[in-house]
C-alpha cells in the first residue's frame, strides 16, 4: 500500500495555512508539500512555488514527489474576482481542469475541490437551503466554483475519480488576514476595530450570512476526506453550514 502524499495548492490562502498545519500533524511534516504562486516569511517546508496554470510545472511536481491526493485550494475569491472577471475565471476554472485531468492521467487516489456558498443566487431558497437547488449565481467566483462542481461531478461520471467537495460558508479564522472573500468583513471587522476604531460594512443593511469557524471547516474538510469512498454520493459539493449573522451598516 502506497504512503499519502498530499499536495495543497493554494496553500498560503486563509484556508490553505490551517489545512496545511492539521494535515502535517496528521500525516506528517513531509507527507504534505505546500505550494503557493507567493511564499510567506513563516512558511514551513516543504514548500514549491506554484503557478496553477503552469500546468507541465505542476505535473513535475505531482510525479517527482510521488503524490497521491491533491487539496486544491488555489482560487481568486468574490470581492477580488469581480475586479478582474476573465482572469478570475482563467484561474479558477482552469486550474481546476488542470487538477482534474492530471489527477485521471496518474490515477491519483483523491482531489479535494472547495466549493462554496456563492454557487448560490437569487433563486436560491434562503432558509433551511436544501442539497439540490437552483443555481444562479451572481460572480464570476460563483459562476467558476458552480462550473466546477459541475467538472468534479463529470470526471466522477466518466473516470471514475475520486473527487470530493463541500460548499463553504463564510470562514472566521484569527491564523491570516482576509483575502477578498464578500464574507471577510466578518474578521476585517476585528482589524479595522483594532488598527482604526471603527468599520464601514459594505453590505446593505440587514444581510445575513452563514458562517464557520476556521476549525470547523477544517474538520469537515479532513472528516470527508477520511470518508470511505462507497460513502460519498455527492461528487459537486456538500452543503456545509454552521451560524449565520446578521450585519448593520454604518455602526461603530
Known amino acids: 500500500m ?29 507527507a504534505v508539500l505546500a505550494t503557493d504562486i507567493t511564499k510567506l516569511a513563516v512558511t514551513v517546508e516543504p514548500f514549491e512555488f506554484l503557478d496553477i496554470l503552469n500546468h507541465q510545472r505542476l505535473k513535475e511536481i505531482v510525479h517527482d514527489c510521488c503524490i497521491t491526493q491533491i487539496y486544491h485550494m488555489a482560487a481568486i475569491l468574490s470581492a477580488n474576482g469581480e475586479w478582474n472577471p476573465l482572469k478570475t475565471w482563467n484561474i479558477n476554472l482552469n486550474g481546476l481542469l488542470a487538477i482534474l485531468d492530471l489527477a485521471r492521467e496518474l490515477k491519483l487516489d483523491q482531489v479535494f475541490f472547495p466549493s462554496t456558498i456563492a454557487v448560490f443566487g437569487q433563486t436560491t431558497p434562503r432558509k433551511h437551503t436544501h442539497q439540490n437547488v437552483p443555481l444562479l449565481p451572481s460572480t464570476v467566483y460563483g459562476i467558476s466554483k458552480s462550473t466546477g462542481e459541475l467538472w468534479c461531478n463529470y470526471f466522477h461520471s466518466k473516470y471514475g475519480l475520486d473527487v470530493r467537495s463541500v460548499r463553504y460558508p463564510g470562514i472566521m479564522g484569527w491564523q491570516s488576514l482576509p483575502a477578498g472573500g464578500t464574507t471577510d468583513y466578518a474578521v476585517e471587522i476585528f482589524h479595522a476595530a483594532l488598527k482604526h476604531k471603527h468599520y464601514d460594512c459594505f453590505l446593505e443593511s440587514d444581510t445575513r450570512l452563514p458562517m464557520m469557524y476556521m476549525a470547523d471547516a477544517i474538520k469537515a474538510t479532513i472528516d470527508l476526506m477520511s470518508t470511505p469512498n462507497e460513502n460519498i454520493s455527492i461528487r459537486y459539493g456538500y452543503n456545509l453550514a454552521a451560524m449565520s449573522f446578521y450585519t448593520r451598516r454604518n455602526r461603530r
Open 2 to 30: 502506497k504512503d499519502t502524499k498530499i499536495l495543497i495548492t493554494g496553500a498560503n490562502g486563509q484556508i490553505g495555512r490551517v489545512l496545511t498545519d492539521e494535515l502535517r500533524k496528521i500525516y506528517g511534516t513531509n
